[in-house]
């Protein structure tokens, strides 16, 4: 942790999220390089999700600086509507002990994710 401490650059968001999963402990961290930090997360995760809500923040923004906070609050939208797209299949089918997997079971869910053609994306 002290060593990931001494990155004050973007680089500090990857090596957090390496290490931790996450980005949380650089909330109130500005993004300098939007573009090449989705791409690094995109290459890391094989995720898309990274440089889609990217896109869409950088549009909004329209030059302005981009805070990381941001960042995850839109991630954290679109994680959410995701897995309320999921359970509320899983219910509408009648499928009750997949609704408690997939909330419990991180790898049931992304199994889930994949049967019922919901697009997976791991950026929790």
């Known amino acids: 942790m002290e060593i990931r401490s001494r990155f004050t650059s973007d680089m500090g968001f990857v090596a957090d999220y ?3 999963g996450n980005f949380e402990r650089r909330k109130g961290q500005d993004i300098v390089h939007m573009e090449a930090l989705c791409d690094m997360m995109e290459a890391i995760t ?3 999700a990274f440089t889609e809500q990217a896109n869409k923040l950088l ?3 329209k030059g302005k600086k981009i805070m ?3 960042y995850i609050s839109q991630l ?3 994680g ?3 897995l309320t797209s999921l359970l509320e299949r899983l219910y509408d089918l009648g499928r009750g002990e997949d609704v408690e997997l997939a909330v ?3 790898d049931a869910r992304a199994r889930l994710y994949r049967e019922l053609s919901i697009p997976d994306h791991r950026c929790e």
Request: hydrophobic share 20%; proline share 0%.
């Open 59 to 61: 549009e909004k923004k």
């Open 46 to 48: 094989g995720d898309t």
């Open 76 to 78: 954290e939208v679109r």
């Open 18 to 20: 390496l290490n931790e």
């Open 80 to 82: 959410e509507a995701k």
């Open 104 to 106: 419990r079971d991180r």
């Open 68 to 70: 990381m906070c941001e």
